[in-house]
C-alpha cells in the first residue's frame, strides 16, 4: 500500500472515490469501523450495493455489541449517508474493483493508503470494452471472483497452468474456491476482530486449496491471518509446507496430526470443510471450546446415525428405500450440529455453499457466536432430545463430546 501523504483532504479524497466508484458501478464494499459517536453500542457499518425489486440500493449491516440491524439506501443518497458517518469513525476501508483504499484518523491527523489492483485493472478493462463491470449484489448479481486468477498459489497448486489460465479439469474446484472466500469473506467481515491478526484453523485441510485461498483473500485485505491446516496425510502435510514456503505465505503452516487430538490454544475461525465423518464433530468441538467467532464446516459422509436409525411408524414407507434412509441420516446428523450450535450460543444457518451440478458435498453449516451468549439454551437441547428420541439415536458425538461423555477407546475407530 502507498501512503497518499501529500492529500489535502484525505477523508474527502476516500468519499471522492466512493462516489466515483459508485457511479462507475466499480464499488465492491465498504467498512467503517471504530465508531465514536452518539449511536449507542455502534461497533461498525458495512456497506454494499444490492438489488432489490430490480433497483440498485446501498446496504448497510449496522453492527452493535449485542446485534446487527440492516438499512437500505436509495444510491442517489449514498454519498450523504457514508459523509455523515465517517466523521465519527477513526477507520474506513474502501474495497473498489481498481484499489482499495484505508483511511485512518487520531487526534492530530488523517492518514489515507491506496492499494491499486493492477491485475484487477487488466482483466476489468478487457470486459469493460464489451459492457461496464457491475458489482450489485442480490439476484442479479454478475460473476465477481474472490480470488485473483493470476496468485502464485494457483498456479502451485496446479489449479492455474503457466500462462494464469484455469486447467480445465480445476474448472469445478475454482468455482468452489471463490464461492468459498465469498461465504468466508462476508462472515469474517462481521466478526469484531477489532483489527488483531485471526487464528484460523482449517481441519483436515487436505491439499489446502480453501487454506491457500483464504489466506490469500485475508494478507491481500491488510488482515494477514495466523492460519494452521491439520492433515493426517504427511505427503499432503510436505507437500502443503512447500506450496506455503513458495508463495510466501509466512504465518500459513500445516501440521500433520489427527483432528480428533489437536488442540490449538487460542482459535478465532474454525474451518473444517468435508472433514470426514465425525471428525466434523471434533472440529466443532474445539470450535465451541475455544469461544471461536466463527464456526464454518461443510460435513462430509455421515456414517455415525444411519446404522442407529430407526423410522418412525408414520415414515417406515419413506425410510424403508436405503437412499432415503441415508439421506434422513444425514439431515438428522447436521440437524443436531446445527442445534448443538445454537444452543451453545451461535447464529446458525445451514445453507447450499456450491450448486449440485458442481459437488454433492455442498452443504455449509456457518455458525457466529451471539455476544450476549451465557448458558446453553435448554429449549434447543430439548428439541434435539425429542429428534433423536424420534429416531432412536443414542449416540451423536458432538453431543457427546460437549458433555464430556465421549468414550477415549473410540479414538481408535477409523476415520
Ligand atoms: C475430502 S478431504 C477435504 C480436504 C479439504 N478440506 C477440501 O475441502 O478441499 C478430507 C481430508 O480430511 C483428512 N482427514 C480425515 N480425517 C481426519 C482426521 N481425523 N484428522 C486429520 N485429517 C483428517 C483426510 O486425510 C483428507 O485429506
Same mark, same amino acid.
Given at each position: 500500500?502507498?501512503?497518499?501523504?501529500?492529500?489535502?483532504?484525505?477523508?474527502?479524497?476516500?468519499?471522492?472515490?466512493?462516489?466515483?466508484?459508485?457511479?462507475?458501478?466499480?464499488?465492491?464494499?465498504?467498512?467503517?469501523?471504530?465508531?465514536?459517536?452518539?449511536?449507542?453500542?455502534?461497533?461498525?457499518?458495512?456497506?454494499?450495493?444490492?438489488?432489490?425489486?430490480?433497483?440498485?440500493?446501498?446496504?448497510?449491516?449496522?453492527?452493535?455489541?449485542?446485534?446487527?440491524?440492516?438499512?437500505?439506501?436509495?444510491?442517489?443518497?449514498?454519498?450523504?449517508?457514508?459523509?455523515?458517518?465517517?466523521?465519527?469513525?477513526?477507520?474506513?476501508?474502501?474495497?473498489?474493483?481498481?484499489?482499495?483504499?484505508?483511511?485512518?484518523?487520531?487526534?492530530?491527523?488523517?492518514?489515507?493508503?491506496?492499494?491499486?489492483?493492477?491485475?484487477?485493472?487488466?482483466?476489468?478493462?478487457?470486459?469493460?470494452?464489451?459492457?461496464?463491470?457491475?458489482?450489485?449484489?442480490?439476484?442479479?448479481?454478475?460473476?465477481?471472483?474472490?480470488?485473483?486468477?493470476?496468485?502464485?498459489?494457483?498456479?502451485?497448486?496446479?489449479?492455474?497452468?503457466?500462462?494464469?489460465?484455469?486447467?480445465?479439469?480445476?474448472?469445478?474446484?475454482?468455482?468452489?474456491?471463490?464461492?468459498?472466500?465469498?461465504?468466508?469473506? &462476508?462472515?469474517?467481515?462481521? %466478526?469484531?476482530?477489532?483489527?488483531?491478526?485471526?487464528?484460523?484453523?482449517?481441519?483436515?485441510?487436505?491439499?489446502?486449496? %480453501?487454506?491457500?485461498?483464504?489466506?490469500?483473500?485475508?494478507?491481500?485485505?491488510?488482515?494477514?491471518?495466523?492460519?494452521?491446516?491439520?492433515?493426517?496425510?504427511?505427503?499432503?502435510?510436505?507437500?502443503?509446507?512447500?506450496?506455503?514456503?513458495?508463495?510466501?505465505?509466512?504465518?500459513?503452516?500445516?501440521?500433520? &496430526?489427527?483432528?480428533?487430538?489437536?488442540?490449538?490454544?487460542?482459535?478465532?475461525?474454525?474451518?473444517?470443510?468435508?472433514?470426514?465423518?465425525?471428525?466434523?464433530?471434533?472440529?466443532?468441538?474445539?470450535?465451541?471450546?475455544?469461544?471461536?467467532?466463527?464456526?464454518?464446516?461443510?460435513?462430509?459422509?455421515?456414517?455415525?446415525?444411519?446404522?442407529?436409525?430407526?423410522?418412525?411408524?408414520?415414515?417406515?414407507?419413506?425410510?424403508?428405500?436405503?437412499?432415503?434412509? &441415508?439421506?434422513?441420516?444425514?439431515?438428522?446428523?447436521?440437524?443436531?450440529?446445527?442445534?448443538?450450535?445454537?444452543?451453545?450460543?451461535?447464529?446458525?444457518?445451514?445453507?447450499?455453499?456450491?450448486?449440485?451440478?458442481?459437488?454433492?458435498?455442498?452443504?455449509?453449516?456457518?455458525?457466529?457466536?451471539?455476544?450476549?451468549?451465557?448458558?446453553?439454551?435448554?429449549?434447543?437441547?430439548?428439541?434435539?432430545?425429542?429428534?433423536?428420541?424420534?429416531?432412536?439415536?443414542?449416540?451423536?458425538?458432538?453431543?457427546?463430546?460437549?458433555?464430556?461423555?465421549?468414550?477415549?477407546?473410540?479414538?481408535?475407530?477409523?476415520?
Amino acid at each position: 500500500m502507498s501512503q497518499l501523504a501529500t492529500s489535502p483532504n484525505p477523508e474527502q479524497q476516500f468519499l471522492d472515490t466512493f462516489q466515483q466508484a459508485i457511479e462507475t458501478q466499480r464499488f465492491e464494499r465498504l467498512i467503517l469501523s471504530q465508531y465514536k459517536g452518539e449511536l449507542e453500542q455502534l461497533e461498525k457499518m458495512t456497506f454494499r450495493v444490492i438489488s432489490l425489486q430490480n433497483e440498485a440500493v446501498l446496504n448497510c449491516v449496522y453492527r452493535y455489541k449485542t446485534q446487527d440491524v440492516t438499512k437500505n439506501y436509495p444510491l442517489s443518497e449514498a454519498v450523504a449517508q457514508v459523509s455523515a458517518l465517517l466523521g465519527c469513525c477513526k477507520q474506513a476501508n474502501l474495497l473498489t474493483l481498481d484499489e482499495d483504499l484505508q483511511l485512518k484518523k487520531n487526534k492530530k491527523k488523517a492518514m489515507l493508503m491506496v492499494n491499486k489492483k493492477k491485475a484487477m485493472l487488466m482483466v476489468n478493462k478487457k470486459k469493460a470494452e464489451v459492457a461496464p463491470a457491475t458489482v450489485t449484489q442480490g439476484h442479479d448479481r454478475s460473476k465477481q471472483r474472490y480470488v485473483e486468477q493470476d496468485s502464485p498459489f494457483l498456479q502451485h497448486l496446479s489449479i492455474t497452468d503457466q500462462h494464469g489460465q484455469i486447467i480445465p479439469s480445476m474448472a469445478r474446484k475454482w468455482k468452489q474456491i471463490n464461492k468459498f472466500v465469498e461465504i468466508f469473506s &462476508g462472515a469474517v467481515e462481521q %466478526l469484531n476482530t477489532q483489527d488483531q491478526p485471526l487464528h484460523i484453523v482449517d481441519f483436515g485441510s487436505g491439499k489446502g486449496y %480453501l487454506t491457500f485461498a483464504l489466506y490469500d483473500y485475508l494478507a491481500k485485505h491488510q488482515q494477514m491471518p495466523y492460519v494452521t491446516g491439520v492433515e493426517l496425510n504427511p505427503k499432503m502435510v510436505a507437500f502443503c509446507q512447500q506450496v506455503a514456503q513458495d508463495s510466501g505465505f509466512q504465518q500459513l503452516d500445516f501440521f500433520q &496430526g489427527d483432528v480428533r487430538t489437536y488442540a490449538p490454544e487460542q482459535l478465532d475461525v474454525m474451518i473444517a470443510l468435508h472433514a470426514c465423518d465425525v471428525a466434523t464433530d471434533f472440529a466443532i468441538h474445539t470450535g465451541i471450546r475455544l469461544n471461536a467467532q466463527m464456526i464454518m464446516c461443510a460435513p462430509c459422509c455421515h456414517k455415525e446415525l444411519r446404522p442407529q436409525l430407526q423410522a418412525p411408524k408414520v415414515l417406515q414407507p419413506m425410510l424403508h428405500f436405503g437412499i432415503h434412509a &441415508g439421506q434422513q441420516a444425514e439431515m438428522l446428523t447436521d440437524t443436531i450440529r446445527a442445534l448443538l450450535l445454537k444452543a451453545y450460543g451461535y447464529e446458525t444457518k445451514v445453507f447450499e455453499f456450491v450448486s449440485l451440478e458442481h459437488t454433492s458435498k455442498n452443504k455449509m453449516i456457518l455458525a457466529t457466536k451471539r455476544k450476549d451468549y451465557t448458558a446453553p439454551d435448554a429449549a434447543v437441547l430439548a428439541q434435539i432430545q425429542a429428534l433423536k428420541e424420534l429416531y432412536g439415536i443414542q449416540k451423536h458425538s458432538l453431543e457427546l463430546l460437549l458433555n464430556d461423555q465421549w468414550d477415549q477407546q473410540d479414538i481408535g475407530r477409523k476415520c
